[in-house]
């Protein structure tokens, strides 16, 4: 199945450009975090700390949950070199699918996976 989304999204856009609003990585290394990095895990994040885990307010988006706290969004790796699991990378994807579209992630990742697969008994947290 085809859908218009991955058609708009650039998987080379770097951070700061069109696609990845306004959230800012402290990047120490001379490589940019492109979104294909997010995807394949190597863009040098490291995962979310427990506080974040824990973080649940109402109406939160991921805009707010990027600006809770910054210790995740600090490169410990030069981008596209080390793979390590980051569920803010993912986070970070998501996000830029929401900035390219007026559709939540919540509503894209309904139709165009869990619907497809007849999946009812499931849903995200808000």
Request: proline share 2%.
């Amino acid at each position: 199945m085809r859908h218009d989304l991955w058609c708009k999204l650039d998987l080379q856009a770097k951070f700061g450009e069109k696609g990845f609003g306004g959230v800012h990585l402290k990047n120490p290394f001379g490589e940019s975090v492109k979104l294909v990095y997010s995807l394949e895990h190597t863009a040098g994040l490291d995962d979310l700390q427990f506080a974040e885990y824990a973080y649940k307010k109402e109406g939160s988006s991921l805009e707010k949950a990027f600006a809770f706290t910054g210790s995740t969004r600090t490169l410990c790796w030069t981008p596209g070199e080390v793979m390590s699991y980051s569920n803010v990378g993912l986070a970070l994807v998501a996000y830029a699918i929401e900035q390219n579209d007026e559709k939540s992630f919540e509503t894209y990742s309904w139709e165009l996976v869990l619907e497809p697969l007849e999946v009812r008994a499931t849903g995200w947290v808000s």
